[in-house]
């Protein structure tokens, strides 16, 4: 009798740390997480280069370097458009970090456009 009570606890133990059990845990993961800045500074960079926020007003292309070699496009622009998506959190906004790393990529642009 000792013997089957100490299987069926660990049965039960295991039976609780399943792949099934897990999955409805990490599921709801996402839900919880307050920080939503689930693009890079590079991909959003490259987003806009590709055009994906030309719906917001940011042009594509040469128009994005352009614009940011104007003084017309800036890292904030860039994370408005993403948080107006849906694709960055509000928080970003306040994030200092964050808005350098755009501006280094959108620098990076332009000096990868004037050495060719």
Same mark, same amino acid.
């Given at each position: 009798?000792?013997?089957?009570?100490?299987?069926?606890?660990?049965?039960?133990?295991?039976?609780?740390?399943?792949?099934?059990?897990?999955?409805?845990?990490? *599921?709801?993961?996402?839900?919880?997480?307050?920080?939503?800045? #689930?693009?890079?500074?590079? $991909?959003? /960079?490259?987003?806009?280069? @590709?055009?994906?926020?030309?719906?917001?007003?940011?042009?594509?292309?040469?128009?994005?370097?352009?614009?940011?070699?104007?003084?017309?496009?800036?890292?904030?622009?860039?994370?408005?458009?993403?948080? *107006?998506?849906?694709?960055?959190?509000?928080?970003?906004?306040? #994030?200092?970090?964050?808005? $350098?790393? /755009?501006?280094?990529?959108? @620098?990076?642009?332009?000096?990868?456009?004037?050495?060719?």
């Amino acid at each position: 009798m000792k013997r089957f009570l100490i299987g069926s606890a660990v049965t039960v133990f295991f039976a609780a740390l399943s792949p099934a059990a897990l999955a409805g845990e990490m *599921a709801a993961a996402p839900e919880t997480r307050t920080n939503n800045n #689930d693009i890079q500074p590079f $991909n959003l /960079v490259q987003g806009a280069y @590709q055009g994906q926020f030309s719906d917001q007003g940011i042009s594509g292309f040469n128009g994005l370097v352009n614009g940011y070699e104007r003084s017309q496009i800036e890292a904030e622009d860039l994370v408005e458009a993403a948080i *107006a998506k849906g694709r960055l959190s509000q928080d970003t906004r306040q #994030d200092s970090g964050y808005l $350098n790393a /755009v501006s280094s990529q959108l @620098q990076g642009l332009s000096d990868q456009r004037d050495s060719n």
